[in-house]
């Protein structure tokens, strides 16, 4: 059973640098099939993929188009857990953040079947 | 505005049958990529209900069902109850984004 335990700050500063972490139990970050990803949940309620990392023999990362530029998504295979950084944000990015596990070896499969408990980040000053 | 479109709500009363639709485009469901689908209760993060267009993860009541067909896909809840009372969500593959998309969700009220 795998479980993902989110943690990191719900106020963030306009321009400033929004960080969270989820640490993973029951999978490890370096798994072969799995991915890492990272979701949020705007006010209205739509939910919007962000960017995920994983590893098959070498790490990647793949990001949303409106986000790229701005994100990283990062595994720390120390702690068996992967933040993400977005940076530059605005008060349009207060949204509750979601991570999750992806899996479907390719992308026409490719589905969340494990979710954290979401993190409320406001943008505010 | 979301790349998929779902109804904003449906409702209907216990034991009746209940269907949310989730209209894409050639870019995302007519091109073949899998619809999923996701519940979500309130103050909780989304559950998924239905994988690969029709598929059911161990212990989803097997009143929940899916179904694709060209640029759409529908779930069906039969006999629906009042714990189905929730948000739902599709979701899929979008090649001209080059990523994942969901619909905008759609809220089951059980009368």
């Known amino acids: 059973q795998v479980q993902l335990q989110q943690s990191g700050p719900g106020l963030v500063k306009p321009s400033q640098t929004l960080s969270l972490t989820c640490a993973i139990s029951?999978?490890?970050?370096?798994?072969?099939?799995?991915?890492w990803n990272w979701i949020r949940q705007s006010p209205s309620g739509g939910l919007q993929w962000l960017g995920r990392?994983?590893?098959?023999?070498?790490?990647?990362?793949e990001y949303a188009v409106f986000v790229k530029g701005r994100i990283t998504v990062d595994p720390d295979t120390s702690k068996n857990q992967f933040s993400l950084h977005l940076n530059s944000v605005t008060p349009e990015d207060t949204a509750v953040y979601y991570c999750?596990?992806?899996?479907?070896?390719?992308?026409?499969?490719?589905?969340?079947?494990?979710w954290g408990q979401g993190t409320l980040v406001t943008v505010s000053s | 505005q979301s790349v998929l479109t779902q109804p904003p709500s449906v409702s209907g009363a216990p034991g009746q049958r209940v269907t949310i639709s989730c209209t894409g485009s050639?870019?995302?469901?007519?091109?073949?990529?899998?619809v999923h689908w996701y519940q979500q209760l309130p103050g909780t993060a989304p559950k998924v209900l239905i994988y690969?267009?029709?598929n059911r993860p161990s212990g989803v009541p097997d009143r929940f069902s899916g179904s694709e067909s060209g640029t759409s896909a529908s779930l069906a809840i039969t006999g629906v109850q009042a714990e189905d009372e929730a948000d739902y969500y599709c979701?899929?593959?979008?090649?001209?984004?080059?990523?994942?998309?969901f619909g905008g969700g759609t809220k089951l009220t059980v009368l």
């Open positions: 029951g999978d490890s970050v370096s798994s072969n099939s799995p991915a």
């Open positions: 979701q899929s593959y979008d090649t001209s984004l080059s990523g994942w998309v």
């Open positions: 050639s870019s995302n469901i007519g091109a073949g990529f899998h």
């Open positions: 999750a596990r992806g899996i479907g070896h390719i992308h026409a499969t490719y589905y969340f079947d494990s």
């Open positions: 690969d267009n029709n």
């Open positions: 990392t994983y590893y098959r023999s070498k790490w990647y990362n």
